[in-house]
Each structure stands twice: as structure tokens, then as C-alpha cells.
Nanobody, 126 residues
């Protein structure tokens, strides 16, 4: 079970920190990815972090503004959103790949992820 939180309504240039908490399972063995889905658009990859926290990955549109991290002791992953823009407005989802510990491959597509949080809305106004 994943639980995403931390969304809200902010002004352009503001910051937010999203959290993705896990209960059950073996969180420390899962790659975590963040996706977002804007109204009327498909769900797209935003950022991700490997199970051991060593590697991070970002979509080009957020690189340099967003930072993904995790604290396996707290079973929580984070997405720090800085310099927010109106085009960042979307529902943000966290997802876990339960096979990542053995696969050694990081995936950017949503169909590779097994567990999903419920989504948290981020709205950025200009």
C-alpha cells in the first residue's frame, strides 16, 4: 500500500514536497517512481529513484527543479518540487516496482509498476 500526500495549490515559483509512504511489503527493495497526470492527458513519468537510493532519474521537463529522494528507514519517498510552473499542474502519483531488487533495470513506463498511491493534486497558478 502506498499513500501519496503533500499536494496543494500554490503560486508559480513556489515549492512543495510530496511524500509517498508505504505500509506492508518490502519498501526498501522497490524502485519508486513519480508520475503525473494532467487533466485530459496521459500519465507521464516525472522522476524516480532506485531501491537503494543510489540512482535518480528525471523527465527533461523537471530536471533541475524537482528532486526525488527516499528514507528506507521510514518507508517513505519524497519528491521536492521547486520553481513550480503552471504546466506542473497535475495529479501526482507514486508507484513501486516490486521486482526491481532483482531486475537491476529502472523503468520509465507506468505499466512496469505494481503498486500505486492514490494521487495527490498539485495546482500551480500564474
Amino acid at each position: 500500500q502506498l499513500q501519496a500526500s503533500g499536494g496543494g495549490s500554490v503560486q508559480a515559483g513556489d515549492s512543495l514536497r510530496l511524500s509517498c509512504g508505504a505500509s506492508g511489503g518490502t519498501f526498501s527493495r522497490y524502485d519508486i517512481a513519480w508520475f503525473r497526470e494532467a487533466a485530459g492527458k496521459e500519465r507521464v513519468f516525472v522522476a524516480g529513484i532506485t531501491w537503494n537510493g543510489i540512482s535518480t532519474y528525471y523527465a527533461r521537463s523537471v530536471k533541475g527543479r524537482f528532486t526525488v529522494s527516499r528514507d528506507n528507514a521510514k518507508n517513505t519517498a519524497y519528491l521536492q518540487l521547486n520553481s513550480l510552473k503552471p504546466e506542473d499542474t497535475a495529479v501526482y502519483y507514486c508507484a513501486a516496482d516490486r521486482d526491481s531488487y532483482y531486475a537491476s533495470v529502472f523503468y520509465y513506463t507506468s505499466d512496469q509498476y505494481d503498486y500505486w498511491g492514490q494521487g495527490t493534486q498539485v495546482t500551480v497558478s500564474s
